[in-house]
């Protein structure tokens, strides 16, 4: 059964650079969208953006200035990295598989149980 | 970007109510693309409801999703204990996806 964690510092300073893992166990990362999602504390979820196995990239245009998404087939892990970090950055990051519902429609249909990163000197 | 208005923000009801929970969009979710998940502490998001009415695997069919458009309804025919939780509607049809904000069940 596929699982997803997420790993990687829970503290980083103002101005610096976020950089979290997710691994994928139980299955191949080949052959679909990963996602990177979310919430500050008392927030709703914000969607990231997402890489494709084969490293084509979406991001959400309010952090596309900022985010780097990379992916390790051969590890079977996927990363995030978020520069010029500030406290509005603190927030629970999720990792999450894609499911096609129709052509380029596509929804989670697995997430990790996040991690949180506080952003602060 | 489509936002999405889940209300109430908070439903308290008692085991074996029923749940009505709903979540407006900005504007038309093309294609219905549109997905509940149910989060609690320290899970993982769990999908439940994909293409506004088609359940998850191994979802029980104690939920049901409903609507098309701009108004969307997720109900819970009879809470049992685990079913307390946060849920939130996602739209998947245009981008950027956005999230509701949630609307938490708790014990009456």
């Known amino acids: 059964q596929l699982q997803l964690q997420e790993s990687g510092p829970g503290l980083v300073k103002p101005s610096e650079t976020l950089s979290l893992t997710c691994t994928v166990s139980?299955?191949?990362?080949?052959?679909?969208?990963w996602s990177w999602i979310r919430q500050p504390a008392g927030k709703g979820l914000e969607w990231i953006g997402r890489?494709?196995?084969?490293?084509?990239?979406n991001y959400n245009p309010s952090l596309k200035s900022r985010v780097t998404m990379s992916v390790d087939t051969s590890k079977n892990q996927f990363s995030l990295k978020l520069n010029s970090v500030t406290a509005a950055d603190t927030a629970v990051y999720y990792c999450?598989?894609?499911?096609?519902?129709?052509?380029?429609?596509?929804?989670?249909?697995?997430w990790g149980r996040g991690t949180l990163v506080a952003v602060s000197s | 970007e489509i936002v999405l208005t889940q209300f109430p923000g908070t439903l308290s009801l008692s085991p074996g109510e029923r749940a009505t929970l709903s979540c407006r969009a900005s504007?038309?979710?093309?294609?219905?693309?549109l997905a509940w998940y149910q989060h609690k502490p320290g899970q993982a998001p769990r999908l439940l409801v994909y293409?506004?009415?088609i359940r998850a695997t191994d979802i029980s069919d104690r939920f049901s999703g409903s609507g098309s458009g701009t108004d969307f309804t997720l109900t819970i025919s009879r809470l049992e204990p685990e079913d307390f939780a946060v849920y939130y509607c996602?739209?998947?049809?245009?981008?950027?996806?956005?999230f509701g904000q949630g609307t938490k069940v708790e014990f009456k």
């Open positions: 996602q739209q998947f049809g245009s981008s950027p996806r956005t």
């Open positions: 504007q038309s979710v093309l294609s219905n693309s």
């Open positions: 293409g506004a009415s």
């Open positions: 139980g299955g191949s990362i080949n052959n679909f969208y």
């Open positions: 999450a598989k894609e499911r096609v519902y129709y052509y380029d429609s596509w929804y989670f249909d697995l």
């Open positions: 890489i494709y196995t084969s490293g084509t990239t």
